[in-house]
């Protein structure tokens, strides 16, 4: 099993730009998040989809979009890319009727000048 | 309002020396407290789940225990491999969404 998988792993936007984030597991879990990481400021939720079919809003989600495309893929967009969403973003999966614990992604690390 | 906290936000051991991190949390009706490590530029790695005060789990020179208010990770006789970021994330009942804390830097010299 890859587990969770995060394409790409690097990329460098200038401002205004777009892009998708994609995000895949294999693990057969129904609910799946995007968190950004920044020095200092830990892990913090952007979205999330608790099952197929289903999106909402975390804690720092302005200038984001998700889809939820099926079960296995969550992906997220960024439409106009701002220097202040230059991070590290991961990717996770949970199963939430089991033991819930996430399992995450290797990351992709945005830079946006 | 959910509050993970942890603390040191980093620490220096020398291999051998023994010391525990700590998470304090306040959430409305735990329903599990997570233990991940985090190794540079790579995604956090489950370790373990508590769910109720008084269990413990072990893994290799790991030790996470739980009561009402916080969490400890034990590290005994740590090795220089033991360095990493170790985050706690705490579940508040009914709910799909960990609270996570900062994290503790850990290294270990040899």
């Known amino acids: 099993n890859a587990g969770v998988t995060q394409t790409p792993k690097f990329q460098v936007l200038k401002t205004g730009q777009s892009m998708t984030l994609q995000c895949a597991q294999d693990?057969?879990?129904?609910?799946m998040y995007w968190y950004r990481q920044d020095p200092g400021m830990g892990l913090r939720l952007i979205y999330y989809?608790?099952?197929?079919?289903?999106?909402d809003k975390g804690e720092v989600p302005n200038g984001y979009n998700v889809s939820r495309l099926n079960k296995r893929e969550f992906s997220l967009r960024l439409e106009s890319a701002a220097p202040s969403q230059t991070s590290v973003y991961f990717c996770?999966?949970?199963?939430?009727?089991?033991?819930?614990?996430?399992?995450f992604g290797p990351g992709t690390r945005l830079t946006v000048t | 309002e959910d509050q993970v906290t942890q603390s040191p936000e980093a620490l220096r051991l020398q291999e051998g020396e023994s010391s525990s991190l700590n998470c304090s949390y306040t959430?409305?009706?735990?329903?599990?407290l997570f233990w991940y490590r985090q190794d540079p530029g790579k995604g956090p790695e489950f370790l373990f789940t508590?769910?109720?005060a008084g269990e413990e789990k072990e893994k290799e020179r790991l030790k996470a225990t739980l009561t009402k208010k916080e969490s400890f990770l034990h590290i005994t006789a740590p090795k220089p491999e033991d360095s990493a970021t170790y985050l706690c994330?705490?579940?508040?009942?009914?709910?799909?969404?960990?609270?996570f804390g900062r994290g503790t830097s850990l290294i270990v010299h040899p």
């Open positions: 996770a999966s949970s199963e939430w009727r089991d033991s819930y614990e996430q399992y």
């Open positions: 693990m057969n879990h129904n609910s």
């Open positions: 989809s608790a099952s197929e079919g289903t999106t």
């Open positions: 959430v409305s009706g735990l329903r599990g």
């Open positions: 508590l769910y109720s």
């Open positions: 994330a705490a579940y508040p009942g009914g709910s799909y969404i960990p609270t």
